[in-house]
């Protein structure tokens, strides 16, 4: 029999936690959250631009304050130190109440794993602090699901790399101050022991930055081009041409996606509410809401979250007990990604006409356009790190024993 209940003392750190939340997350900004979570880099609240971004700072600092943006590392870099039970319920609470995550980058935990401590002090406090933002250099146009065999190279010329190629799909590369990029520094070297993990500034001489327009309006996506870029040989973390294996650290907040799972639940209640307040109103928006075909998807939708969440369960406890997930983390990738876009589905179908309006602030679309945008951004979700066809493959090699094609 599996006890899925707190310990006291876990019950007693959950307790803290929601005390912590309810005493210091703005209203406004937990309203705002419903149409402002995994929007694929769209804001659809209610809440201007500004006044987002005056209350994410108010809380940002509330939760710097405990230690609470890089709960993992240690309190001398600004973390909490806390244990992976803690972290994971950390997650759970935050999620569940509509708390923003608010979490330092995984080059972070790279950095205070594989980079030097003159590294380590340069860039883990302003890191937490939020003084730099970062974007990450990794896949290219041909190299996506097989990234060891990435193009870019970085020339030794003395003391520096000189860096010619592209990187794609780069988010965030607009605003951020710095790039972390696998770059190959022995072109004669296998492939996966030839690259190097660098560091360096996003506004050096020879760097080019194209957005990359997506369908659901956004542009978090971009190119980036590097053309003579000189990089120092100290920017790298770790040792020259070792970078993959740097690169393959992951000590994020939690890998157990216990918030995917506790969203994917938010999201389904909420659309259950819509349909009924629109069925009792009878706006003639709610028809559809009726059948029975959208009863039986919605019942479906919601025994996935519970696996969901099981999933989520498994890898921690599994953490918690030293154990690193491999095969159950692409397990619980590929069904998580899967279920958002059919969760996603199933509200913009639950919806008929209406939910393909786009215009959010016009009285006619459901809830700020928030289902249309569900469901354009989710197609990218069993792409995005690592396609649905390399984590099967991982699970039947790694997991089944199954031999490769």
């Known amino acids: 029999m599996v006890d899925f209940n707190d310990t006291p003392e876990q019950a007693a ?38 006044r987002r971004e005056e209350l994410v700072k108010t809380w940002r600092q509330a939760i710097l ?58 860039f883990l406090p302003p890191m937490v602090r939020g003084e730099i933002q970062w974007c990450q250099g990794y896949s290219e146009p041909g190299s996506g699901s097989d990234l060891a065999s990435v193009q870019t190279r970085g020339l ?26 696998l770059v ?36 978090q996506f971009t190119e980036v081009f590097f053309e003579d870029v000189r990089v120092p040989v100290s920017a790298a973390v770790g040792e020259i041409n070792r970078g993959w294996y740097v690169g393959a650290t992951h000590l994020d907040f939690e890998r157990s996606s216990i918030g995917s799972a506790v969203g994917f639940a938010n999201r389904l209640n909420d659309l259950i509410e819509f ?31 519970t696996v969901a969440r099981q999933f989520s369960n498994r890898i921690i406890t599994m953490q918690a007990r030293g154990i690193i997930p491999n095969t159950e983390a692409s397990e619980q990738k590929l069904f998580s990604s899967e279920l958002h876009q059919r969760i996603s589905n199933t509200g913009i179908k639950a919806l008929g ?21 569900y469901y354009l951004a989710s197609v990218s979700e069993t792409i995005g790190a690592g396609t649905s066809e390399i984590q099967r493959n991982v699970i ?9 094609g």
Do not use: C
């Not at 959250?33 to 201007?48: E, I, V």
């Open 13 to 50: 750190w959950r307790a803290e936690v929601i005390e912590f939340v309810e005493q210091n997350l703005p209203p406004d900004l937990e309203q705002d959250q419903l149409y402002s979570g995994t929007l694929g880099g769209l804001h659809r609240g209610n809440l201007s631009k500004e």
């Open 65 to 122: 304050d405990r230690g609470w943006i890089a709960p993992a590392w240690p309190k001398e870099y600004g973390g909490a130190d806390l244990s992976t039970i803690e972290q994971f319920i950390l997650r759970e609470v935050f999620t569940e109440m509509r708390a923003p995550i608010i979490s330092v980058h995984d080059v972070g935990s790279t950095i205070l794993v594989h980079g030097s401590e003159e590294q380590k002090a340069k």
């Open 156 to 181: 030794r010329d003395g003391d520096d790399f000189v860096i010619n190629g592209q990187k794609i799909w780069t988010s965030g590369a607009m605003t951020a101050d710095m790039i972390f990029a």
């Open 184 to 219: 190959r520094t022995d072109a004669e070297a296998p492939k996966h022991r030839g690259i190097s993990y660098l560091l360096f500034e996003m506004d050096k001489p020879g760097i080019q930055i194209r957005p990359l327009d997506q369908m659901s309006g956004a542009s």
């Open 275 to 305: 349909l009924q307040a629109e069925g009792e109103a009878d706006t003639g928006r709610s028809q559809l809401g009726r059948h029975e075909w959208v009863r039986l998807a919605l019942a479906e939708r919601a025994t996935e979250t």
């Open 353 to 373: 006409p209406y939910g393909m309006l786009y215009e959010e602030n016009d009285e006619r679309t459901p809830q700020r356009a928030r289902w249309g945008t």
């Open 396 to 404: 039947a090699t790694r997991g089944l024993g199954l031999p490769r």
